[in-house]
């Protein structure tokens, strides 16, 4: 029998009152036999119960004056390990909550793309983490093709040579070191000044290009994966007079999804 628990969903807002925001969501999960008699015999005895979990992040929170989710969650990991002695491990994820700066006091909340991290540690330290970025919705109008795949019976989708593309993208990395990380604003960059400049023949195409200038420009990281899902617009209206000029819909479902992972 495998077990976890622990608290999810747990928001943090730190401020030093001056100029600095720090927000994410936070999930904690522990595991450990200790924790099995709570399952099969109903004894809490050893159980840190959520609640305490979720006061535990907020008084971490209240000491960490870093930026970075890892870093947060490095120093979160360690602590809760260190105060209870018959927790096995651990694993914590964070999801940034995104705030843009308006001047040195006002922040705006967005709605795009946001940091998300996660580690696994135990006693002998970190075992394994992961950084992302999830929610990128990124669409050019030009440069993009799809022609020449399969075609059979059940075939109905025209090719095309020149396409508006559209993509929800979420792009993962993990470090050689979690000491010599990066930001993960530079990984959206990158991707994104890919994604504009190179003439893709399919979504596939443009992620394995995306994924090998990741590994080339950022030496920190080993591995690198995506999830993307192809939410190319639906023609509503083309122009009489110049086929290039176009109006476009939401696209209904189903979506294509494509994965890929790279690594050094």
Not at 192 to 212: K, L, N, P, W, Y
């Amino acid at each position: 029998m495998s077990i976890h628990y622990g608290k999810a969903a747990v928001t943090v807002y730190r401020t030093d009152g001056q100029s600095t925001l720090f927000a994410a969501e936070v999930r904690i999960d522990v595991n450990g036999d200790n924790f099995m008699p709570a399952y099969t015999e109903g004894d809490n005895s050893m159980v840190v119960a959520t609640d305490t979990m979720k006061n535990f992040v907020y008084a971490t929170a209240l000491d960490y004056d870093g930026t970075s989710l890892e870093g947060f969650l490095d120093l979160l990991g360690h602590r809760f390990l260190t105060a209870y002695a018959h927790v096995e491990s651990i694993r914590l994820h964070a999801r940034e909550i995104p705030f843009a700066r308006e001047s040195r006091v006002l922040f705006k909340r967005t709605y795009g793309d946001c940091g998300v991290a996660e580690i696994g540690m135990d006693r002998r330290g970190v075992l394994d983490h992961r950084s992302g970025r999830e929610g990128l919705h990124l669409i050019k109008i030009t440069g993009s093709s799809f022609a020449r795949f399969l075609r059979d019976e059940y075939t109905t989708l025209p090719e095309m040579v020149d396409r508006p593309l559209c993509v929800h993208l979420d792009v993962y990395w993990r470090h050689a070191s979690l000491a010599d990380r990066i930001a993960s604003e530079l990984v959206r960059e990158a991707v994104c000044a890919t994604f504009d400049g190179f003439v893709s023949r399919s979504i596939q195409h443009v992620v394995h290009e995306m994924g090998q200038g990741l590994l080339a420009q950022f030496p920190q990281i080993i591995e690198v994966s995506f999830e993307a899902e192809n939410r190319l617009w639906d023609t509503a209206q083309v122009s009489e007079v110049d086929e290039r000029v176009k109006v476009y819909t939401d696209p209904r479902p189903p979506y294509g999804v494509i994965g890929l992972t790279l690594r050094r």
